[in-house]
């Protein structure tokens, strides 16, 4: 936004931490890819949009187990996309696309057809986005955004986050959000089963 990364060191962190989860090496410590992810956003000259970046287990023979892939690979593109942020609110359904496991869903990764199918689904019905809720009735997320409530009383209230991924943004938002609190804006903020 602006020419500026947003919460750039918080990103890499995370996709680092999946990456190992996922058992792929980096074959670029954390301050290189910070170089190389500054770098192509300088040259893209893009004011407004989205960075998008994957590590694999690289070019290999293509089948189930990485042990033919000789060395990981990072990939990066710049998406000069004038997003709008959504500030009047969304409409949005439950979607009836199976959740991802926790394993699956608290680790960044490319696992994307149920996110895929839950947004081709509210769309279908003219809708943003559809909201997981897990077997036991809680919300969960959405398709590639996680979800927090203000309530009548003042509470803004995420959901847990031991089954769905911990976005990012909604972290941010916790540490920023006791401010509002001293200033009595909000009169609490919390994670909670919803």
Known sequence: MNRHLYELDVHLTR?????????????????????????????????????????????GDFLLSPAGCPKSAFYAIVIDEDFEQCKEGVKVITSTIPMKTPLFATMKNVNYMPNVLSKMEAEEQGDFASIWVDEEGYIAEGPNVNVGFITHDKELILPEFDKILRGCTAARLLELAPKLVEQHRLKSVRTDNL
């Open 15 to 59: 996709f680092l931490k999946s990456a190992s989860k996922a058992k792929i090496v980096s074959p670029f410590p954390k301050s290189n890819l910070t170089s190389i992810l500054i770098q192509l956003a300088a040259a893209s000259q893009c004011r407004k949009g989205t960075l998008r970046y994957w590590l694999s287990a690289g070019p």
